[in-house]
């Protein structure tokens, strides 16, 4: 079964994300900081993590580039959202 993070510093977001993806049969597990996310990717590793771009402490650039730095996460697909609209430069996240 596919595990995924769901990452979000919005409530009623987190919530409404784990339960579509529940609803789909997927396995969802929320955090709602960056840094909440980093002390849930211990273990187990999810399949995929989805996150949002802007959030305080770690945002989701912040989270992708630590994740980057950890060899047991390297290899995790991210996928960062956002409502808001302002683009930040990603040429930095590998």
């Known amino acids: ?3 995924i993070l769901v990452v979000d510093d919005e409530p009623a977001i987190l919530e409404a994300l784990v339960a579509l993806l529940e609803d789909e049969g997927f396995v969802a ?3 709602t900081s960056g840094v909440e ?7 187990p590793v999810p399949d995929l ?3 949002d771009l802007m959030m305080p402490r770690l945002d ?3 989270l992708v580039r ?3 730095a950890r060899p047991e996460l390297r290899a995790v697909p991210v996928v960062l959202t956002s409502a808001g609209g302002k683009r930040p430069d990603l040429h930095a996240v590998e």
């Open 66 to 68: 630590a994740m980057r």
């Open 1 to 3: 079964m596919t595990t």
């Open 37 to 43: 996310a980093l002390e849930r990717l211990a273990a």
């Open 29 to 31: 597990m929320a955090a």
């Open 60 to 62: 989701g650039v912040g």
């Open 49 to 51: 993590v989805l996150t």
